[in-house]
């Protein structure tokens, strides 16, 4: 694979798109006026949000751990339990 | 129904023949793109439904919709990205909005010699970012145990009392931060003017806190390169091999592209 193959498949960062397409992309006479904030407070607001997006979802992770263990934790429970009671006559 | 023209780019009209747009998708992915004849160039444009966008409405989805926003950046950056693998292509802003076509029409045939002139010069010609950052600690332990001045200081620190050994310290970690700010700088540039070199043209960037890049070192350059194709390969060995010379001593290396020419297109 030839040097550019390589570099041509990585992934680009949301910044550098932002980057270009709202304050490098040409610019000419249109009719509607759209204002962009600088690229790096845009960005940071999306950063702000997926990176809440992320904890949303750890979140449901990690309450889903607990639900297993405790189920975990009843079928240990019962094992035990049975372990230890006594035979039935 | 009226509607409004987002214009994505420019190509030349000679090229329109060598390839269709192949069903690619417009702005709202529920139609696809047009090629819209003006003169010497064609207009690469789509239609959006004027009753849903609006300036305001544009800008307050840009102001507070993230998630639409991030969505058709994708959708710009993407599409301008593959026009760029089939055409020479200018690359317009963000929403770039017409009324009609008569007001797309005037405003390319104003800037209409400007355009020729610039695609051809971005003809046959891809746009390459470097980004370089440092690791700052580790230049500062490499300085601090080769530069002899700072060795010198350092023992005439450690002769005094303990008082005066802490702002001295600080006097002197503060005199290492600007010697190596300095010899980063020096360093980068003479890599740029090697890269300029190679290419047709560079332009060096605004560099990106911290915050923003997510990256642990801070970025100590940043800058873009339109390089001739065939010399692309070339362009990559060389950051390569900066890489290899120089990561040991705390310097990353990262080169991304092929992108359209965004910072090469100006028709200013």
Not at chain 2, 143 to 158: D, G, H, L, T, V
Request: net charge negative.
């Amino acid at each position: 694979m030839s040097l550019r193959e390589s570099v041509e498949n990585k992934d680009i960062a949301l910044i550098d798109i932002l980057d270009v397409i709202l304050d490098k992309g040409v610019a000419i006479k249109a009719d509607l006026v759209i204002s962009i904030a600088g690229v790096d407070l845009v960005y940071l607001d999306l950063r702000v949000l997926i990176s809440s997006v992320e904890s949303l979802v750890q979140a449901q992770q990690q309450d889903a751990r607990k639900h297993v263990s405790s189920e975990q934790f009843d079928k240990q429970k019962e094992a035990l339990e049975d372990a230890t009671a006594s035979p039935h006559q | 129904m009226d509607n409004l023209i987002y214009l994505y780019g420019i190509i030349p009209e000679s090229e329109a023949a060598d390839h269709s747009l192949d069903k690619m998708k417009d702005f709202e992915e529920t139609g696809f793109l047009q090629m819209l004849p003006v003169d010497d160039v064609i207009a690469i444009t789509c239609l959006l439904d004027a009753s849903k966008y609006t300036e305001e409405s544009i800008q307050d989805k840009i102001d507070n919709d993230m998630e639409w926003l991030q969505e058709k950046a994708f959708h710009h950056h993407e599409t301008v990205m593959n026009l760029s693998k089939l055409f020479t292509v200018i690359p317009l802003k963000f929403c770039t909005l017409y009324k009609n076509e008569d007001s797309l029409r005037t405003s390319i045939l104003e800037n209409e010699e400007k355009m020729l002139r610039t695609l051809e010069s971005i003809a046959g010609k891809e746009e390459w970012n470097l980004k370089v950052y440092c690791d700052d600690q580790l230049l500062k332990e490499q300085f601090s145990e080769n530069n002899p001045a700072a060795e010198a200081k350092r023992a005439e620190i450690s002769e005094l009392s303990k008082g005066r050994q802490f702002f001295e310290k600080k006097k002197l970690d503060k005199w290492m931060e600007t010697e190596i700010e300095a010899e980063k700088d020096t360093v980068s540039e003479a890599i740029h003017r090697e890269l300029c070199d190679l290419s047709t043209c560079g332009h060096v960037k605004k560099t990106w806190s911290k915050d923003v890049t997510g990256k642990k070192d801070p970025m100590t350059w940043n800058s873009v390169y339109l390089m001739e194709v065939e010399k692309v390969e070339q362009f990559l060995e060389r950051i390569q091999q900066y890489q290899k010379d120089m990561k040991a001593a705390g310097w990353q290396f990262e080169a991304s592209g092929p992108w359209p020419a965004y910072h090469f297109s100006s028709l200013s």
